[in-house]
């Protein structure tokens, strides 16, 4: 029973060390005797290291006792301990007990047969009448062993029952045998008893010697001291205990430097500064507070040991009374961590981030695509649009010429007005989209400021309607010459004069030139240079140019103009001369600007003011105004019309250049639209424009004239009074202009005159169409008495000429004009641009003076075109396509009557088969191309066809032709093998396609024909 | 026949030729051209059409009849068929110019006459129609009507 209720016992010590196991090291448990069979080699390294680290822990022993007797986690401690070693004693105890156990069943025995005889030794004596009891002391003790384990050890009796059998056969002297036998078996068993309980006092003994329980506890407490120590010495742990008030009691892993006296007393803001450590002591004191353990992070940043952070782990150690008397505290350094977290965390936001732009760029991106396809559809739209309206425009404009009562014309004019501004619209969304797209390129041709400025004023002079005053300073320092899209730089400036017109009522409207130092200092000087070498060469052009017109210079010559005389001098001299010298003297002249030490391009800021006195913009309206579709305010989109994409299209216009455009403005007093753009100046020496250098040795000495028409810094148009809208003219200013150095000027506009009023048969009104177009022109009473005689004289020269001179000159000039608006071909003749414009201007004034006059403009728009076509039916078709459109055509049937045609007539235009017999398209265009550039038919005589020299006409004709690029429109009849690439490479200037229709027919020609 | 119905029946006539394929919008280009000025230009051009491409039918014949076919010459006259008829709006015509250069192309002289015999077969039938469309525009003159105008 014993035994059994010992070994639950055991069994339960058992269990709950078992149960407490993960407090201590594993083998532990069975009260931690396995620590005997510790591996001695690896125990004594770590007890070794442990050693070393043993001062790591401080402890404050005091405490630790009352620890272990006031908080019960610290006696529960001490009574496990307790306990094992108490299980250890019992269970030697119970060994022990065991064998007392036998001895006394041995002893009982042993009485028990003692007994037996005694009782036969009473019975004897009794018999014997003997009363001794002998063992009477024993009685008690045998009744007790009877009364506990009689019926035990039965085995031992029987013996001794054989024994009493063996012994029954004699008489008293065998019992006296046999006391005497018992006598030694009680002896001998007094002497095991004797033995054992020698046994009993040594092994009590032993038990005595055996170390005491307080002994093996505070062992046992070393060993797991060493243990903890060997797992807890490396880690980043910092162990402690603090008592009620925060005071250190144990810290384990402090820091290094601190040293036990620093620590053990003190509170954490006693020993640590910076920041957490205020938290660390407020997070405790509040775990202190609670009685519940918690958890927290803490960034230290101390003085100490720098920024770390620890997960604190407090917990409050209780007392037996439940009340708090101190915290168990828990440190890990997890900075690292936290750093990884931080940084996991920060890229989680920032791939959330990303991602959130990338859905708002895939949004953006979307929207743009839709924005460029609503661009794309409208930009097609109106492509579309563009196409029939511009049909339906000019046939309204051909109608207008016809004769119509009053209110017919009226109501053709608002068709004409209306259909000129949906066109406008149209191609200024077209524009837009262009530039928005990126589709627009731009051109770099060379082209010179003035003109640009007096073509734009001139322009919107003619068709001013109010009584304005348009003028154009360009200073001194502007290049004559600078590479740009001109093109797009007229399309800038006419936008802003005619905004400008459009918006003043009285006073002026004008443009200012001048070189801007923006943004390199140095270009200017350079192009001040620039401008000087360009000089030169420019006279040199002036001078060809006379030559190109050189039948009415002659005749002025000889009429004795004054200021042109030498000039003409030396041009008649070189027309003498005949081509040959031509090329001799272009040899030359190359020669000589090779040495021209300045070479490359430099860049030049020119800066362009368009300003008037007009109603000027409020300044609300000016942010708002280079937006599209803007207008100042609804009140001026109603009064003034307009899209509102003009300012638009300029700002982005310029911008494309690499310029920019700005606007200031008073109300009421009048804007000024600048804008600024970057321009290259070309080296002098540009071989390619042959023409330009022909003559500028001999010319040197003779230009002062043209070099102040190129020069001249000062355009003027005043305004036309009704009064004087056809006849008026202002000799004050005309003078003025004279002495301002137009006199070349003026000469060279009569020069043009009179084959303009030669061409046109204007004859009966000459003086009154001439008056209105110098007018237009600027060109002063002075001039306009010289143009009669001039005409005439014009006549009389022309008639003794059997050839069409007069006519190519014309349309030379028409042609020019061609090339100026279309392809902006550098090699333009810049008097033949004066004239282009004249011609223009007689036209326009012809149509505005004598708006009934159909007649006039059906004769002036008879250009010449050829046809070169082998397939007869084609060229049937096509005539007849023509012949509806108004014109008549020279038919040739290839390529070889082509060149032939070219030599002996001037076209205007040429369409062009791609694919013939003898000569192909491609071939003869090539040819006639060389023949515009070289100025002779080498290349065609190298191919085979002789110039058929006309004697009357020819070497003047080349001369002149020489000068002027004929458009030459290509009719392929398939897309494949005659490439639109093709036909342009070889120098074409566009394309129709087979077979040919009306309305195609009249696109192209409405593109090169004015 | 009374002028009205020519008219309808030129009309439908007219718009047959141009649904299987005879004609093109060519063809009513022609007839856009035709006006008071040249008041048989259509006739004329077709007319013209017509030698033209007997002459070049016939030549081709001859030049693919040759033991040494001149490819270029017979792409050459291809080419010129291709031009007229492509200008009088004979579509199916100028349908079949385009393979038989590429057979020219190839030196194929199979091919050629497979073509050129398409060719013929083409030309013969679009001739034959367009004279029944001008012996129709006749009589409706003849009958004192205008020709109608087919859109």
Redo the contacts between chains.
């Keep these: 029973m014993v035994c059994e209720m010992e070994s639950d016992q055991a069994e339960d010590m058992e269990m709950e060390v078992e149960e407490l196991s993960s407090m201590w090291p594993e083998d532990m448990n069975e009260a931690g005797k396995q620590f005997n069979i510790d591996r001695p080699g690896e125990d004594q390294d770590m007890l070794e290291e442990v050693t070393i680290n043993d001062d790591s822990t401080i402890v404050d022993f005091k405490r630790l006792t009352e620890l272990t007797n006031y908080s019960e986690k610290g006696s529960s401690q001490l009574a496990y301990l307790v306990k094992n070693w108490e299980y250890k004693q019992e269970n030697a105890v119970r060994l022990l007990r065991e064998e007392l156990d036998n001895l006394s069943k041995q002893q009982q025995e042993s009485e028990l047969k003692k007994l037996e005889i005694l009782e036969k030794y009473q019975f004897e004596e009794e018999r014997y009448g003997g009363d001794k009891r002998p063992i009477s002391i024993l009685d008690e003790e045998l009744k007790i062993y009877i009364f506990q384990e009689a019926p035990r050890k039965r085995n031992d009796v029987r013996v001794q029952d054989k024994l009493e059998i063996d012994a029954e056969y004699d008489s008293i002297k065998y019992w006296k045998q046999r006391a005497k036998h018992l006598d030694k078996l009680l002896e001998a068993s007094a002497q095991r008893e004797q033995i054992l309980i020698e046994k009993l006092q040594e092994s009590i003994e032993n038990l005595e010697r055996q170390s005491s329980p307080v002994e093996e506890l505070s062992q046992i407490l070393k060993r797991a001291d060493n243990f903890l120590h060997f797992v807890l010495q490396n880690a980043p742990v910092v162990i402690g205990h603090q008592d009620n008030e925060l005071r250190y009691r144990f810290i384990y892993n402090h820091f290094p430097s601190l040293r036990e006296e620093d620590i053990i007393g003190k509170t954490d803001v006693e020993i640590f500064t910076g920041a957490g450590v205020k938290e660390s002591q407020d997070f405790k004191r509040e775990v202190l507070e609670r009685g519940i353990p918690a958890k927290r992070e803490i960034t230290f940043d101390t003085g100490l040991f720098g920024s770390k952070t620890f997960l604190i782990y407090v917990e409050p150690v209780l007392s037996k009374a439940g009340e708090t008397i101190g915290v168990n505290y828990m440190g890990m350094e997890i900075t690292d961590q936290v750093r990884k977290r931080e940084k996991m965390a920060k890229l989680r936001e920032e791939i959330a981030v990303q991602k959130a732009k990338e859905t708002e760029l895939n949004k953006t991106i979307h929207i743009t695509e839709e924005t460029m396809r609503a661009k794309q559809m409208l930009a097609t739209m109106s492509h579309e649009i563009r196409s029939p309206l511009s049909g339906v425009v000019s046939m309204t404009e051909i109608l207008s010429t016809t004769k119509m009562d009053k209110e017919q014309r009226q109501l053709v004019n608002v068709m004409l007005s209306s259909g000129d501004l949906v066109l406008q619209l149209i191609n200024d969304i077209l524009d837009l989209s262009k530039v928005e797209s990126g589709v627009m390129k731009l051109e770099a041709t060379k082209f010179r400021p003035r003109e640009v400025v007096k073509h734009v004023l001139q322009t919107a002079a003619a068709s001013l309607q109010k009584i304005l005053t348009l003028e154009g300073h360009i200073a001194e320092d502007v290049p004559i010459e600078v590479i740009g899209d001109v093109l797009r730089i007229r399309q800038i400036l006419t936008n802003l004069i005619s905004n400008a017109i459009k918006f003043t009522h009285e006073g002026k409207v004008g443009i200012k030139l001048y070189v801007v130092p923006e943004p390199y200092p140095g270009v200017k000087q350079g192009s001040h240079k620039r401008m000087a070498s360009d000089h030169s060469k420019v006279l040199a052009k002036i001078c060809k140019e006379d030559k190109c017109t050189s039948p009415s210079h002659n005749a002025l010559d000889r009429k004795g103009s004054g200021g042109c005389k030498d000039a003409d001098d030396a041009n008649e001299r070189l027309m003498q001369n005949g081509e040959c010298n031509y090329s001799e003297q272009n040899g030359a002249s190359i020669e000589d600007e090779v040495v021209d030490p300045i070479q490359q391009e430099t860049t030049v800021w020119i800066r362009c003011d368009v300003y008037d006195t007009g109603i000027g913009i409020p300044e609300n309206a000016i942010p708002t105004l280079f937006k599209k579709y803007m207008q100042v305010g609804a009140d001026t989109a109603r009064k003034y019309g307009g899209t509102g994409l003009g300012l638009a299209i300029c700002k982005q216009l310029a911008e494309l250049m690499g310029g920019h455009v700005t606007v200031s403005s008073k109300e009421h007093h009048g804007s000024t639209f600048t804008f600024i753009l970057p321009y290259r100046v070309s080296p002098v020496c540009d071989s390619s424009d042959d023409n330009e250098e022909l003559s500028e040795m001999d010319n040197h000495d003779t230009s002062s004239e043209g070099n102040d028409d190129i020069n001249s810094g000062f355009f003027q148009f005043q305004p036309r009074t009704l009064g004087s809208l056809f006849s008026s003219h202002n000799s004050g200013r005309g003078t003025k202009l004279l002495e301002n150095g137009f006199g070349f000027n003026t000469l060279n506009k009569t020069n043009g005159f009179p084959v303009n009023s030669h061409s046109f048969p204007l004859d009966s009104n000459t003086s009154r169409e001439t008056g209105s177009v110098e007018d237009a022109c600027s060109v002063a009473d002075a001039v306009e008495t010289s143009s009669e005689p001039e005409s005439s004289f014009r006549h009389t020269l022309n008639s003794g000429n059997p050839s069409t001179s007069g006519r190519d000159q014309k349309i030379n000039g028409v042609f020019d004009r061609r090339c100026l608006a279309s392809t902006n071909s550098v090699t333009t003749n810049r008097d033949q641009r004066e004239i282009t414009e004249k011609i223009e201007k007689s036209q326009r004034s012809s149509e505005c003076s004598s708006s009934n006059g159909a007649k006039i403009l059906k004769t002036t728009s008879k250009p010449k075109i050829l046809l070169v076509e ?5 060229v ?2 096509t005539r ?2 023509m ?2 459109l108004g014109y008549g055509i020279d038919i040739v049937n290839n390529g070889v009557e082509a060149v032939r045609a070219v030599q002996h007539n001037r076209y205007d235009l040429i369409l062009m088969d791609v ?1 013939m ?1 003898v000569m192909d398209g491609l071939q003869a265009t090539r040819l006639i191309r060389s023949f515009e550039e070289s100025g002779n038919w080498d290349t065609a005589k190298d191919a085979g066809i002789d110039e058929e020299v006309s004697p009357s006409n020819s070497s003047q004709g080349s001369d002149e032709s020489s000068i002027k690029r004929i458009p030459i429109i290509a009719m392929t ?1 398939n897309a494949l093998s005659e490439s639109a690439e093709e036909c342009y490479a070889n120098g074409m200037d566009s394309f129709v396609s ?5 309305q195609k027919l009249k696109e192209s020609l409405q593109e090169y024909l004015p | 026949m009374e002028v009205g119905q020519l008219q309808r029946s030129f009309v439908e006539y007219m718009a047959s030729l141009f649904r299987e394929g005879f004609l093109d919008a060519q063809f009513s280009q022609l007839q856009q051209l035709q006006d008071d000025s040249n008041p048989d230009f259509v006739v004329e051009v077709v007319s013209l059409f017509f030698e033209d491409s007997e002459r070049l039918l016939n030549d081709l014949t001859m030049a693919l009849d040759q033991p040494n076919v001149e490819f270029k010459q017979v792409d050459a006259h291809v080419h010129q068929l291709k031009g007229s008829s492509s200008s009088v709006g004979a579509q199916r015509v100028k349908n079949c110019c385009v393979p038989f250069r590429i057979c020219c192309e190839e030196q194929n002289t199979e091919a050629c006459l497979r073509c050129l015999q398409q060719i013929k077969q083409e030309y013969l039938l679009v001739k034959n129609k367009l004279q029944t469309l001008f012996e129709l525009e006749q009589q409706i003159v003849a009958s004192g009507g205008a020709i109608p105008m087919v859109q």
């Design positions: 082998d397939n007869k039916i084609l049937m078709v007849s396509m012949r509806q694919c017999p009849a087979k077979p040919v229709t009306l």
